[in-house]
Antibody, heavy 117, light 108 residues
Framework: QVQLQESGPGLVKPSETLSLTCTVS????????WSWIRQPPGKGLDWIGS???????NYSPSLKSRVTISRDTSNNQLSLTLTSVTAADTAVYYC???????????WGQGILVTVSS | ENVLTQSPGTLSLSPGDRATLSCRAS???????LAWYQQKPGQAPRLLIY???SRATGIPDRFSGSGSGTDFTLSISRLEPEDFAVYYC?????????FGGGTKVEIK
């Protein structure tokens, strides 16, 4: 059974860098594509970006200049880095496994990250 | 980007009722790559439907998806108490992946 667990700081100061890790168990991250999605409190879902099974990345145009998604195959982990954060980046951040042709079949429980001084 | 518009924003129904949720895309969704998710408070979204009409593993058959091109529908034949939640559509036919704004199905 695939399980995903996000981890990282719950509080980040404005202008600093948000860094999150997604630890995957029950399957190799090299065999699938993965996405990061975020959800501001009380709002809808926003796709941040993806890393494919081959390691190529694809980002939301609105975040492309600030975001990096990478993977650590030796530890079976994904990472998300978002630079120069503002209060607008406050959200629950989810990692998810891409199934089929792009739907998201497995999700982590999510982690709330608050941007505040 | 392909903008998805969901309607209505809120649907007030009773257990046993039929629910019909709409998702309209600003551009045709390639290969009908349209998914539906259910989200309950404090939980991650759960995949219900992919490819516009295929149920994900373990999803009850009271959930069905239909549509093609730019107009898609999620139907719940008879609402169970656990079905009251927020539902999102998502297209994955083109980049960037996009989600609709959601439809909340609430108890009347």
């Amino acid at each position: 059974q695939v399980q995903l667990q996000e981890s990282g700081p719950g509080l980040v100061k404005p202008s600093e860098t948000l860094s999150l890790t997604c630890t995957v168990s029950g399957g190799s991250i090299s065999s699938y594509s993965w996405s990061w999605i975020r959800q501001p409190p009380g709002k809808g879902l926003d796709w941040i970006g993806s890393v494919s099974y081959s390691g190529s990345t694809n980002y939301s145009p609105s975040l492309k200049s600030r975001v990096t998604i990478s993977r650590d195959t030796s530890n079976n982990q994904l990472s998300l880095t978002l630079t120069s954060v503002t209060a607008a980046d406050t959200a629950v951040y989810y990692c998810a496994r891409v199934t089929g042709s792009g739907n998201l079949g497995y999700w982590g429980q999510g982690i709330l990250v608050t941007v505040s001084s | 980007e392909n903008v998805l518009t969901q309607s209505p924003g809120t649907l007030s129904l009773s257990p046993g009722d039929r629910a019909t949720l709409s998702c309209r895309a600003s551009q045709s969704v390639s290969s009908n790559y349209l998914a539906w998710y259910q989200q309950k408070p404090g939980q991650a979204p759960r995949l219900l439907i992919y490819g516009a009409s295929s149920r994900a593993t373990g999803i009850p058959d009271r959930f069905s998806g239909s549509g093609s091109g730019t107009d898609f529908t999620l139907s719940i034949s008879r609402l169970e108490p656990e079905d009251f939640a927020v539902y999102y559509c998502q297209q994955y036919g083109s980049s960037p992946l996009t989600f609709g704004g959601g439809t909340k199905v609430e108890i009347k």
